[in-house]
């Protein structure tokens, strides 16, 4: 059994837990859809949680591939002096 409260990457990568997660026999069909209705129903919850799954994006959107030349760059550089 899980000894954990919460297993979703944004709830883990933001300060607070915003995603509700369903953990073994808390996922049912009547908490799942109370959850579901409770987004519906509440425009700014939705808007917070969609800002906030925003915002992850923006803190991990990296020019990988930017980053990955620069760094082999130094490396062969550094590989050259004596």
Request: proline share 6%; glycine share 0%.
């Amino acid at each position: 059994l899980a000894k954990t409260d919460k297993v979703s990457m944004p709830n883990h990568l933001l300060p607070e837990s915003i995603i509700p997660e369903f953990l073994q026999s808390q996922a049912t069909p009547s908490a799942i859809a109370e959850a579901l209705l409770d987004l519906l129903k509440d425009h700014n919850k939705a808007q917070a949680i969609s800002s906030s799954l925003r915002s992850i994006r923006d803190t991990l959107d990296l020019d990988t591939n930017r980053l990955v030349a620069e760094a082999v760059v130094e490396l062969s550089q550094a590989s050259r002096e004596p």
